[in-house]
Structures are given as C-alpha cells and as structure tokens.
C-alpha cells in the first residue's frame, strides 16, 4: 500500500500569504489528485492529475509534483480557502488518501 | 445534471451487515467508474473499493473479507454490502465518481 504523507497537518495563513501544502508518496506514483472538504459538506475534487484545476477552482491555485513528492500551492490565501485540503493517489491499489491538512486564516 | 445519491440505514447493530445504495443520474455506469469513500467523524478519507464501467471491482485490502460492491445498470444503482460491521465502521459514506461526490450518508454502528 502507497502511504501518503502530508505537511503540514495544519496551519493558519494570512490573507494574501503564499501556501504550500506537501504530500509524499512512499512509493512513486504517475499523478496526485487533490480535494478541499470544508466542514459538513462533501469533498470537492480540487486539482487531479497532479496540476490541473478542477472546474471553477480559482487560479491561484497550482498543483505540481512528480515520483514521490507533489505539492499544492496558493499564490495568495483568501478567506474563502480555509478549509482540509486531502491528496490522493491512484497508481495503485489500494487508492490512497493522505491524513489532510486543515488550512485556516489568520 | 450528474447526480450521485447515497441511501441506507442510518444505524446498524455490531456484527450486522452494511447494505447502501449509491444512485446515479445524468450519466451511465457503463461509461463512468463509482467508488465508494468513508470519513469517520472527526478524520480523514479512507478509499473502500470501485466498480469499473466495465462491471469489474477492486477493494481496499484491508476492508475486501467483508465487502461486496455490485450494480444494477437498468437501474443506474451501485450497491455496496459490508459484513461484520463494528463501532469502528461509524462513519459518512460517499460514493463519487471522482470529479462529482454524493452528498453522503451517515452510518452508526451501535446496539
């Protein structure tokens, strides 16, 4: 089973600050997907395929990586992005998760 | 307009078995994968199992003794089955498409 670690576990930005969020892969993966759950609602596929954004995602988010370390960047945080960002894995099975990072404002 | 719709019990007793249905709309199930995803109250994400477009599955490992993934394509339903289920089972279960999640359902096991 690929284990993904990410970090931090949590944070706090200020508006306008730059945000990266790291995940690790135990083994190399060919992409890393990534979903924001804010509280009481369902994830949202975020970006996948390790750069590209989903539908509707602002474009102060990036996502870039490879092999085993993949990272998730907000060029300028926003009230709005708080929330627990989680990657994912898909190369292989068992499909993988990583523990999340709550992201809160300042 | 893709729709993804979780339905079951919300309590099942310990030792008992797991049956939820995941319905779709606005796609069919032979051109599109359904997984199926659990988050226990307070933590992460944990991947279960898929059924493929193509009718096949593939379980988490640590879950394939108990669980069963099936579908019904006349129906646009994919079900999921979970035997012995214990308090540790107590969790929202989603079934996603990837890039469109249902709205989950909260499932308790408890006596």
């Known amino acids: 089973e690929i284990v993904l670690t990410q970090s931090p576990t949590t944070m706090a930005a200020s508006p306008g600050e730059k945000v990266t969020i790291t995940c690790r892969a135990s083994?190399?993966?060919?992409?890393m997907h990534w979903f924001q759950q804010k509280s009481g609602t369902s994830p949202k596929p975020w970006i996948y395929?390790?750069?590209k954004l989903a539908s509707g995602v602002p474009d102060r988010f990036s996502g870039s990586g490879s092999g085993t370390s993949y990272s998730l960047t907000i060029s300028s945080m926003e009230a709005e992005d708080a929330a627990t960002y989680y990657c994912l894995q898909r190369s292989s099975y068992p499909f993988t998760f990583g523990s999340g990072t709550k992201l809160e404002i300042k | 307009e893709v729709q993804l719709k979780e339905s079951g019990p919300g309590l099942v007793q310990p030792s008992q078995t797991l049956s939820l249905t995941c319905t779709v709309s606005g796609f069919s199930l032979t051109d599109y994968s359904v997984h199926w995803v659990r988050q226990p109250p307070g933590k992460g994400l944990e991947w279960m199992g898929v059924?493929?477009?193509?009718?096949?599955?593939a379980y988490n490992s640590a879950l394939k003794s108990r669980l069963s993934i099936s579908r019904d394509t006349s129906k646009s339903q994919v079900f999921l089955k979970m035997n012995s289920l214990q308090t540790e089972d107590t969790a929202i279960y989603y079934c996603?498409?990837?890039?469109?999640w249902g709205q989950g359902v909260m499932v308790t096991v408890s006596s």
């Open positions: 996603t498409r990837s890039d469109y």
């Open positions: 083994s190399s993966v060919s992409y």
């Open positions: 395929d390790t750069s």
């Open positions: 059924m493929w477009s193509g009718g096949s599955t």
